[in-house]
T-cell receptor, first 107, second 114 residues
């Protein structure tokens, strides 16, 4: 089945640690996106990539980094610089394709 | 099963026509409700959201939606569409407690003819 796979579903991180969220797609889509959702808010764009080896900052990119070495993969690293990383993270590719999300909690 | 249904997959309207896009959800608890828009080649943008209070919610760009709890519906409306509203529209729900998840509808592709 084609789709977007995010892993893990739940992730716990200690303060000061970097952590990487995985997003893989087998839809052959060029564009991929990372969003974040906090309680009481809608999705906000963190980073996006329109093509391999290229990516752009979204509205809330500070404290995050991404890479796009392969078309299928768009991992998101939440760095220790992200002051409030506890949130729900959603990966998507163009139109209609969404992952199931990763819930990150800082402990 | 938890799901979001958008019954209109493709809608074509002329400019100035009124728009209503249907959204029904199935979930056994209280949810937050959202409408997102995705313009060609762009990311999702939040149009409006409902958490509580007045069931008639006004969003950006003249859009509004009404939450009808008894019908599990959250239909999106706009009195007069413009060519620039051509985009794909997604309804989504997110439970307010328990497992954190986001459930999207399949989307409605709107084309507005100039």
């Amino acid at each position: 089945d084609g789709g977007i796979t995010q892993s893990p579903k739940y992730l716990f991180r200690k303060e000061g640690q970097n952590v990487t969220l995985s997003c893989e797609q087998n839809l052959n889509h060029d564009a991929m996106y990372w969003y974040r959702q906090d309680p009481g808010q809608g999705l906000r764009l963190i980073y996006y990539s329109q093509i391999v080896n290229d990516f752009q900052k979204g509205d809330i990119a500070e404290g995050y980094s991404v890479s796009r070495e392969k078309k299928e993969s768009f991992p998101l690293t939440v760095t220790s610089a992200q002051k409030n990383p506890t949130a729900f993270y959603l990966c998507a590719s163009r139109s209609k394709a969404f992952g199931s999300g990763t819930r990150l909690t800082v402990v | 099963a938890q799901s979001v249904s958008q019954h209109n997959h493709h809608v074509i309207l002329s400019e100035a026509a009124s728009l209503e896009l249907g959204c029904n959800y199935s979930y056994g608890g209280t949810v937050n409700l959202f409408w997102y828009v995705q313009y060609p080649g762009q990311h999702l943008q939040l149009l409006l959201k409902y958490f509580s209070g007045d069931p008639l919610v006004k969003g950006i760009k003249g859009f509004e939606a009404e939450f009808i709890k008894s019908k599990f519906s959250f239909n999106l409306r706009k009195p007069s569409v413009q060519w620039s509203d051509t985009a794909e529209y997604f309804c989504a729900v997110s439970p307010i407690s328990g497992t954190y998840k986001y459930i999207f509808g399949t989307g409605t592709r709107l084309k507005v003819l100039a």
